[in-house]
């Protein structure tokens, strides 16, 4: 823990060679995943860890160290290997640290560590018997439970000091169904920063029977259609495409490098009038939220997209010290042992004002997504492609037979231009974020959607 080290001469001596700013992030957790495949309980792992990393930026160049070991001997030391990487002018400011401010986090009802390991494997266990009972053409089972419970705090140069603590929960369930020479695959996640309570609002047999039922409802799905034609995102796809299509091009790193297809457009139109994109780390309990991101700074609401205009981009310290500008708290990063970089938390297209039910009639015949598969995205050009995991006919307005093997490809400004409806609900998905080697808990929403024209891509 910090609390007991002289953070301040720590930090001045990680800038005794030069710099404009340093920190120290220091985090101590406890982690459980337990895998079934195919009936056997496969892998079981209960770690604990705990580090600390010290950065120093220096002329808008960063040096990074870590280290498991937390003594202040180890921690001068791994400030002067720091100090050795940069040169600059000599930081000659007083560093005041300022009182420790705590984040509230959000309220645990039952923390993961106060549940048995064997209860834990119970509930994998309930989920696979579930998923393999649900239809005899289930080949393949995979269930997956894992928890984290970290306490994190940074301080840094300007005199800060914060301390958070996050608990997470994840549940999914992923469904190999075959017949004859077809095989689809069906996949469940649930998580969120919650504990065990996450399982009342849905079981462990409810996630993996839907993953089941996926599946087997693919096996007699006929082959999508390829071609131009109206999509209907519904709001239970999840924000895969906000995510992918616009919201990495609106990380400032990618921005100012001149990776982006957005970069050098605030306060142009990027999108239809109807569209205004977020990015919340303030949501209770959502899967990308937090209380201080991995630089110290406040979890915040940033108005990316307003009414199809573009406002600005995410930023962390150093991509805000570029920009001359505050950061808008995304700094994240994996953990102790990875430095923090520009990423999104829950990124959504905010909900509209047309009923849902309407917006598929007015389709009239095209594509409704119920489910988003992964999805790829040239940032520098905006062009992406996503699996659709689960998608529909539209009928004369109405939702019709299951398809499968559709793709949807476009280009993110143009079709994020061609959205003319916007639906009232809004719904969730969750993921890992990966960006440059490191994985971080996201969440991405959108209410339903109507894209005038895009391309499927189709078997058929």
């Keep these: 823990m910090l609390d007991n080290l002289d953070v301040s001469g720590i930090l001045r001596r990680a800038l005794a060679g030069g710099g404009e700013f340093a920190d120290i992030y220091f985090e101590e957790g406890a982690s459980t995943a337990v895998v079934c495949e195919d009936g056997k309980i496969e892998k079981v792992l209960a770690a604990t860890d705990r580090g ?17 070991e937390t003594t ?30 705590v984040g509230a986090g959000f309220p645990i009802e039952m923390p993961p560590s106060g549940v048995g390991l064997q209860e834990k494997v119970l509930l994998v266990n309930r989920g696979e018997r579930a998923a393999r009972g649900a239809d005899g053409r289930v080949r393949q089972v995979m269930v997956v439970y894992r928890d984290g419970e970290v306490k994190i705090q940074s301080a ?22 075959a017949e004859g020479e077809v095989i689809q695959t069906g996949y469940e996640p649930v998580g969120a920063f919650r504990g065990f309570e996450l399982f ?39 924000g895969t495409m906000v995510h992918e299509a616009i919201g990495h091009g609106l990380e400032a790193d990618l921005a100012q490098t001149g990776l982006s297809v957005y970069a050098g457009k605030v306060g142009t139109a990027v999108a239809s009038p109807l569209v205004t994109v977020l990015d919340d780390a303030t949501i209770p309990h959502a899967r990308g939220s937090f209380s201080f991101d991995d ?47 520009v990423r999104m938390s829950n990124t959504l297209i905010a909900p509209g004002e047309t009923e849902p039910g309407s917006i598929v009639r007015e389709a009239g015949r095209g594509l409704f997504v119920r489910k988003m598969g992964g ?59 990966g960006k440059d080697g490191q994985g971080v808990p996201v969440a991405d929403a959108q209410p339903t959607l109507l894209i005038s024209e895009i391309t499927v891509g189709g078997a058929a």
């Design 72 to 101: 202040e001997t180890a921690l001068l030391s791994l400030a002067d290997t720091v100090s050795r990487a940069v040169r600059g002018k000599v930081f000659d400011r007083a560093i005041d640290m300022r009182q420790k401010v």
């Design 375 to 433: 999805g790829q995205v040239n940032t520098v050009n905006g062009d992406f492609v996503f699996e659709v995991s689960e998608g529909y006919l539209i009928e004369d307005g109405e939702i019709g037979a299951p398809v499968r093997g559709a793709t949807l490809t476009g280009n993110g400004p143009e079709v994020l231009r061609r959205i003319s409806r916007v639906g009232s609900d809004l719904g969730f998905g969750i993921g890992t974020c």
């Design 52 to 68: 600390v990393g010290i950065r120093v930026i220096s002329d808008l160049r960063t040096a990074y160290a870590y280290t498991n």
């Design 295 to 341: 630089e110290g700074t406040a979890g915040q609401r940033t108005v990316l997209v307003e009414n199809g205009i573009l406002k600005g981009y995410l930023y962390d310290r150093l991509t805000a010290m570029k920009d001359g500008c505050a950061s808008t708290g995304n700094g994240r990063r994996e953990s102790y042992q990875s430095r923090p970089i």
């Design 156 to 177: 840094n140069s300007l005199g800060e000091f914060t301390e958070t603590c996050r608990t997470g929960t994840l549940f999914m369930a992923q469904v190999v169904a």
């Design 200 to 238: 009342r609002e849905r079981g462990p047999e409810e996630i993996a029977l839907a993953a089941a039922r996926r599946a087997v409802m693919m096996l007699s799905a006929r082959k999508a259609p390829g071609g131009m034609m109206p999509v209907v995102l519904s709001a239970e796809a999840g």
